[in-house]
Nanobody, 119 residues
Framework: QVQLVESGGGLVQPGGSLRLSCTAS????????IQWFRQAPGKEREGVSC????????YYADSVKGRFTISRDNARNTVFLQMNNLKPEDTAVYYC????????????WGQGTQVTVSS
């Protein structure tokens, strides 16, 4: 059973930065697509960014382009989401998910990490 674990969430002021991490136990992430989603209270889940497996192609939602960067460190079996210039509307629970390709419904999910942007 694949277990994904997110970390790095927290409280940050508008304009600040956070780096989220997604790692897996008993599974290598290097050849899998990893996607970050977020869900704010009362809103639908939103795909934020995705990185493909071997090719490493990246995708971003329009709302985060130019502010968020997804990357992977295969030696650490970790995928990162660097979030800069955070805005209050970025407040949500952030989830990482894994599958063979980037798609709306990914196969494996983590438990999520809370990101709160507030002054």
């Amino acid at each position: 059973q694949v277990q994904l674990v997110e970390s790095g969430g927290g409280l940050v002021q508008p304009g600040g930065s956070l780096r989220l991490s997604c790692t897996a136990s008993r599974f290598t992430l290097a050849t899998s697509a990893i996607q970050w989603f977020r869900q704010a209270p009362g809103k639908e889940r939103e795909g934020v960014s995705c990185i493909t497996g071997s090719g490493g192609t990246t995708y971003y939602a329009d709302s985060v382009k130019g502010r968020f960067t997804i990357s992977r460190d295969n030696a650490r079996n970790t995928v990162f989401l660097q979030m800069n210039n955070l805005k209050p509307e970025d407040t949500a629970v952030y989830y990482c998910a894994m599958d063979s390709t980037c798609r709306d419904r990914m196969r494996y999910w983590g438990q999520g990490t809370q990101v709160t942007v507030s002054s």
